[in-house]
């Protein structure tokens, strides 16, 4: 079943919810051209869920994705934290921070009763997720109010597992993907597979929806991943350049410059591998350094960092989320790439 008929909307289009990076605004811009927009939970307070799903529900009808993570908390590491903490600390210097003084920063918050209580009120059409699923009791909540429930997979055992949970259709990530690897039953990187051979083998493999995701940036790509069986495809790093994004300064300048064009998986900025565009940090501890602790406490200690040097509009500590592909990040408005990208 393609994924206009299974959540009501014209183009098989689906706006990933990015972190960070957007609100509300960008979600509504997609959903009124016809697409899926997409509203990321994972850094907001229950209060600023409510807020953003009332600001959707009053600008469209259309239906909407709101999007959770779902990792385990993790239990706090004092000697890993600690030697985190030393291996900033030439950078707290440099920067004039004091390294003794790092604020404590609200974590993400895997999806909980709490976030699900103010979905109630709203009873979004797609709830999606990002590393795994929350417990049944949580899913059956969703599919009480006839919500839909979708999730990544990074690899065939993945997507049979979110099949043999009852998902509605499941999000083939593709390595090429900007942001987090959604990787919840491996944390070996090196399994992780490029879009055009995952999609098949899940194809193949399982008889869910499959929606196509990674590096998908032209009308001519999104034909192609329909043509090989996706049922839809999600498209996240082409939309960061656009108006409705609260994409900062220094993440525009760098996907419009030169230094997009090398991307790499990194877990200094969070703990989890992400895809971002190679900046000092990662260039200077490895990418994929064992130096940080556990998702999502890496990044109280970069944040101090982050925000200082981009105060001096300098990115060398910051989070450039970006997929291998930003040839299609245009700034145009989001409705405008929508209707471009589905061939309009
Ligand atoms: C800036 C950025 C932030 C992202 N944040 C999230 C997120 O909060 N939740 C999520 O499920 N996926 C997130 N993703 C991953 C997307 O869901 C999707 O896999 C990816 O954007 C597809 O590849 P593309 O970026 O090449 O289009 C993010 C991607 C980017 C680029």
């Not at 049922?231 to 410059?257: D, F, N």
């Amino acid at each position: 079943m393609k994924v206009t008929e299974l959540f009501g909307i014209k183009h098989p289009i689906l706006q990933a919810p990015m972190a960070g990076v957007q609100g509300s605004e960008l979600a509504i811009a997609v959903a009124q051209a016809g697409g899926l927009g997409g509203l990321p939970c994972a850094m907001l307070s229950p209060e600023l869920i409510q807020q953003e799903l009332h600001r959707i529900r009053m600008a469209t009808t259309s239906p909407i994705n709101v999007n959770f993570f779902c990792h385990q908390a993790p239990i706090p590491d004092a000697e890993h934290e600690a030697r985190w903490r030393l291996a900033l600390r030439p950078y707290y210097v440099e920067l004039g921070l004091d390294p003794d003084a790092i604020p404590e920063v609200p974590g993400r918050r895997p999806f909980d009763a709490q976030a699900c209580d103010v979905l109630s009120e709203f009873e979004p059409e797609v709830v999606s997720f990002h590393f795994g699923l929350p417990n049944e009791q949580l899913l059956n909540r969703i599919r009480g109010w006839g919500g839909k429930i979708i999730s990544s997979a990074t690899t065939l055992e993945e997507a049979i597992w979110l099949q043999a949970r009852g998902v509605d259709a499941i999000i083939a990530q593709g390595l090429e993907a900007g942001g987090h690897r959604a990787m919840f039953l491996t944390d070996d990187v090196t399994e992780q597979k490029g879009l055009f051979a995952l999609l098949p083998q899940l194809l193949e493999h399982t008889s869910t929806p499959i929606i196509a995701a990674g590096g998908i940036a032209s009308p001519k790509a999104v034909r192609a991943a329909l043509t090989l069986g996706a049922a839809g495809v999600q498209i996240g790093t082409a939309y960061l350049l656009c108006p409705e994004a609260k994409t900062t300064s220094v993440h525009r300048q760098a996907l419009k410059s030169s230094a997009a064009d090398h991307t790499a998986l990194t877990r200094l900025f969070s703990g989890r591998p992400a895809r971002g565009i190679v900046n000092r940090i990662m260039r200077e501890l490895g990418p994929l350094s064992s130096l940080p602790p556990a998702f999502p406490l890496a990044s109280t200690a970069i944040a101090p960092l982050r925000a200082a040097s981009e105060a001096l509009n300098n990115a060398d500590f910051s989070p450039l989320w970006a997929g291998q592909n930003v040839k299609g990040c245009q700034e145009i408005a989001a409705g405008e790439l929508t209707h471009w990208l589905a061939g309009d």
